[in-house]
């Protein structure tokens, strides 16, 4: 019965992120919790209600991934064909004209999220088996864009602006560990790393593996078989 408890958590974290107020240079925030809910609430009842246990956590959405689909790490084409999720995505109120949400009608990929989801593939086949081990979140659910149309991660957020939504990320990570249980939490890249660190503390094993992003170039470098080895050093049987 997790996936219930899982949408729960999720609904409260909505509302507590619609709640925070950001200024200059965020323009734009989008809660893909709240106008892809159809498509997060597929996911999680998809796959959440498995006993899966590593938990892997990303950052927060991408322009081209969760923020069209409502899914973490959200290709579109693996979010359909992989996942087989496709709901209707409705539209934030205020959209920066260069990012519009177009749901899975969008005709751009997320290079991370296709790294990510085919490995999966590559690697177990059906998303069923990949998520016998795992289960994939993001720590923050807003995306936030600067006027130019920028992406503007958490990290870079200023700390007046960054406590009350670490505070709320921090709980409902909380709450998801208590949900499902996991044994090892792996933060993908080091800002989820850190977060999974402060919010869970030594209540569970934590590492890290590289973010798929292609802004890094050691992921343009072979992510996958990077990533194989630090989650077989992390002690995860592939």
Not at 157 to 167: G, K, R, V
Not at 205 to 216: K, R
Request: glycine letters at 10%; a positive charge.
């Amino acid at each position: 019965m997790s996936a219930p408890q899982l949408v729960t958590v999720y609904r409260s974290l909505s509302r507590r992120m619609d709640k925070l107020q950001f200024g200059a240079p965020t323009a734009y925030v989008y809660n893909p919790l709240a106008y892809a809910r159809a498509a997060h609430d597929a996911y999680l009842d998809a796959y959440g209600g498995g006993s899966a246990r590593v938990l892997l956590v990303g950052m927060n959405p991408g322009p081209f991934g969760m923020m069209q689909t409502g899914v973490p790490f959200g290709d579109i084409g693996m979010v359909r064909d992989f996942l087989g999720i496709q709901a209707k995505v409705s539209r934030p109120a205020r959209e920066h004209p260069q990012r519009p949400v177009l749901g899975f009608d969008s005709k751009r990929g997320e290079v991370s999220g296709a790294r990510l989801w085919g490995w999966a593939k590559a690697r177990y086949g059906t998303a069923a088996k990949f998520f016998e081990r795992f289960f994939v979140i993001n720590y923050c659910p807003l995306a936030f864009l600067e006027e130019g149309g920028k992406n503007r991660t958490p990290d870079k957020l200023p700390s007046a602006e960054q406590a009350p939504l670490l505070a709320a990320c921090d709980t409902a990570l909380r709450e998801i560990a208590r949900v499902l249980s996991p044994r090892l939490v792996v933060g993908v890249g080091a800002f989820a790393e850190a977060s999974a660190r402060r919010a869970l503390g030594d209540s569970v094993a934590i590492g890290t593996i590289l973010h798929p992003s292609p802004a890094n170039p050691k992921a343009n470098a072979g992510w996958a078989n990077v990533a194989e080895q630090q989650l077989t050093a992390l002690g995860v049987k592939l």
